[in-house]
């Protein structure tokens, strides 16, 4: 910054571009931008997450809000997954065999639709087909064919028995304890009375032979049993095969259609099995049933559920309408909304559910392909996070109910099969999020492994101009507005310099770009220009700006007010000993200001040093606090090489009821220290902001555009001098945006601008005295700023030190008034304080009976001469102070 001026011009206040840097006439003539501004270092760590396979490369985007990250990435995946191919669809079909945890089913990518569309009408024609198919007449002749020779069978076996029971003189009666036999007594029955006065002979061979009937009616009715057993399995194997004849037709044709999905063709021919199982649910009522009487309590449930419902698929992923790879942006990342739902339904006051409701998330939709999520969003989520983390570190989904995990009671629900899963997640975030959740998340090291930074602004330069151009240009194509003329495009480039207050950079906080291009677009839409002249121009934008600035200026104008109307006391004209302005920035919301304040500094005999009034008061911040203690270590390193740093003074911000934070006053509190103690006048219409080092060197400060307007404006209202203006510090000038205004005031002569580098170019334009450096004898030049200050500070010192001492003899005084009552300009020796009585040795002409041998005092060892120095103790100091 040696190049620098004394006072800056202003060329160099503010960064101007001119239409005619432009190459063309509107924005119409420009292609619309389909690239990421100004982050290349983002754009390619985007690359690389989304290019490498391997696990846990998950990306975090970083970066200020407004900087457009989740736009600029949709769109940015959008293109690159226009590329790649449509991943699976997804679907939950019945487990028969577990109907509590339904199966996942693996669908062709953009076909899971179409296969159930085609699989319901396949069960909506079955359901019509298959109770026909049993009405059939040639079905009820193979039944009753079947029915007649079975029961022939029946009739000939029994009849057999009974012919083996009459051979042996016994017949089979039907009693309700089942079949017994009857002894036969010329070819009559007889009854157990007869029986038993039959002879005993004829009784005993009537029983002999009853073991052989046993044994031949036991092996006749495992005959019949069997013959049951054979009509059940004819009539079933009967029904399976009308079933499977009706069903076979429509299966063979999805089976040979999805022949390449093994998945899919594995469950069809499980629900083909299944269907020709259970082929009596399909059955219409007979007669029989038909003449039962009605159930109560059908009226209340309404007409029954299609038998077919637990065959149809469930697609829970359906990707018919994407033409690549889907791109999901997920912007209420609830823990159901990334994950999916088992939703449940009201019968009776009961809650049902079967696989049929289970829903997908946003997980699931992104599979194979990105999906993009609010980091602060997702954390605000209970338990969305830990879901995430676990899907991405098993690589698979699971939907669960969420209120299970923490019911107390075990109840029934749905356990589905996981979904595998491979997709990239990014996150989008604030860089502090990022950090916390690195330092303290394990997982989240592991997860998310690659780190996008988005820059806050870009280089200014032509080609990102002609880029921004572009992007007004999409703008105005995506949102019909009108197009802008060069000069309107070159307002809205100075306006995105000054958002970043930097005249070598330009913004990458598109929103707040966007925002400007739509007010201008809406000013110039007001003015109700003719057609052809339908552009927006430069003097929309700043109208646009001059309209948004004003919406959000009335604290300022408040502020400002109270400046005017001496509520809050700033001179802008005039000189003061130890009084200077300072600037400090207010910002509120989306506005942003400076303010004068008036910083006051007060010098004193003592040992207390530099005393900070805001940090003793606990109105200060820590970063406030170490200007302070900054500011000790300039003095002592500067001025007490050969004295002690004997002073106490006390430094504060006037009119100050709130806390002070930052070091970029501390520059500031230098030169009014420094006043205070040369009492030099420091000049008030010179505000000041600049931070300083302890070798006195001026550092760059945030907030320098907006502190120089706000004095300025000050100073304008209360009238322009000519001779106001704003020491900043050299650093700042390249970070220089200011209003034409200012600019306009400053080449009238009317405002001044001084870039300064160290304290001495500082306090010589406030006080108009040269600051002075140290010579060959190491003194300072007489009366330069710095040699005040450092006979001041002699004289504080030897005032401390000699405070309550008693006067020096005169000869002794003269013997040592050149080593140090006497300093190179001949100044005498500074007054003692007066004795007091017992101070000192009793002389011959004191009084008899006054105390004559006082102790001495407190320092004074034994033939020490009162001309050396005498150490004083150190007074105590407050805590806070202890380090000044």
Known sequence: MSDLPRELTADHLRRACAPSDLSFHSTDELEQLNEIIGQERATRAIEFGLDIPSYGYNIYALGPAGAGKTTTIAKYLERKAAGRPVPNDWGYVNNFERPDEPLALRLPPGGGRALRDRFDALLKALEEQL????????????????????????????????????????????????????????????????????PIEQQQAYEAKEPELRQEMEKTLRELKALGDEAANLLQNLDREIAAATVGSGFDQLQADYAAWDEVVEYLATVRQHMTQNVESYKSPTADDEEQPSDPTR???????????????????????????????????????????????????????????????????????????????????????????????????????????YSMIATTSLSPEPIPLEVKVILIGDPYTYYLLYAYDDEFQKLFKVRADFASQMEWTAENMVKLARYIRTRCAEEN?????????????????????????????????????????????????????????????????????????????????????????????????????????????????????????????????????????????KVHDKGMLIISGYLGGLYAQDKPLSLTATITFEQSYDGVEGDSASSTEVYALLSALARLPIKQGIAVTGSVN?????????????????????????????????????????????????????????FHIYPVSSIDEGIAILTGAPAGQRE????????????????????????????GKPPAKKEDARAGSDEEGNDDNGAPEPPREPPLPGDGPQGPDDEPGLPGDEPAAPGDEPGQSDDEPT??????????????
Request: aromatic share 6%; proline share 5%.
């Open 131 to 198: 109770p026909k198919a049993f009405e059939s007449e040639n079905y009820e002749q193979h039944r009753k064919d079947l029915v007649k020779d079975l029961e022939q069978r029946r009739q000939n076996a029994s009849q057999n028995m009974e012919a083996f029971a009459r051979v042996r003189g016994f017949t089979i009666v039907q009693t309700p304890m089942g079949l017994l036999f009857s002894p036969l007594i010329d070819g009559k029955t007889i009854t157990s009375e007869q029986f038993q006065q039959l």
């Open 299 to 405: 009226w209340l449930l309404g007409p029954p559920e299609s038998l077919f419902e637990h065959y149809r698929i469930n697609v829970v992923v359906d990707h018919s309408d994407e033409s690549g790879a889907p791109v999901v942006v997920e912007t209420n990342p609830t823990f159901y909304n990334l994950i999916g739902r088992i939703e449940q339904e009201a019968q009776f006051g009961t809650l049902v559910t079967d696989y049929s409701l289970i829903k997908g998330g946003s997980l699931l939709r992104a599979n194979g392909g990105y999906l993009v999520v609010d980091a602060r969003a997702l954390l605000r989520q209970p338990l969305a996070f830990e879901a995430l983390k676990r899907s991405l570190r098993h690589q698979q989904v699971k939907i669960e109910e969420l209120g299970a995990q």
């Open 481 to 621: 507005l009108p197009p802008f003329d060069a000069s309107g495009v070159a307002k809205v480039i100075e306006y995105s310099g000054r958002l970043v207050e930097d005249q070598r950079k330009l913004t990458t906080r598109f929103a707040h770009v966007a925002d400007i291009v739509r007010e201008a677009a809406y000013w110039a839409q007001a003015a109700a220009r003719p057609a052809a002249a339908a552009f927006v121009t430069g003097q929309d934008v700043q109208r646009a700006i001059d309209e948004r600035r004003y919406r959000s200026s009335m604290v300022e104008e408040r502020v400002r007010e109270a400046i005017i109307n001496n509520t809050v006391i700033i001179d802008v004209a005039g000189a003061v000993i130890g009084q200077v302005n300072g600037l400090a920035v207010l910002a509120l919301g989306d506005t942003m200001f400076g303010k004068p304040s008036r910083i006051t500094a007060k010098t004193y005999l003592g040992q207390s040093g530099v005393i900070n009034i805001e940090r003793e008061a606990k109105l200060s911040g």
């Open 694 to 750: 302890q070798h006195g060197e001026i550092q760059a400060i945030g907030g320098a555009t907006a502190k120089i307007e706000g004095f300025f404006d000050v100073c304008r209202e209360k009238g322009l001098t000519g001779e106001q203006g704003v020491i900043i510090p050299a650093a700042n000038v390249a970070t220089l945006m200011l209003r034409e205004e200012v600019v306009d005031a400053v080449a009238a002569g009317q």
């Open 776 to 803: 060959a004898d190491g003194r300072f030049p007489p009366g330069t700023v710095n040699r005040r200050v450092d006979d001041a500070l002699r004289e504080l010192a030897l005032r401390l030190k000699n405070f």
């Open 871 to 884: 150490p004083l103790p150190a007074p105590d100091l407050p805590d806070d102070d202890a380090s000044a």
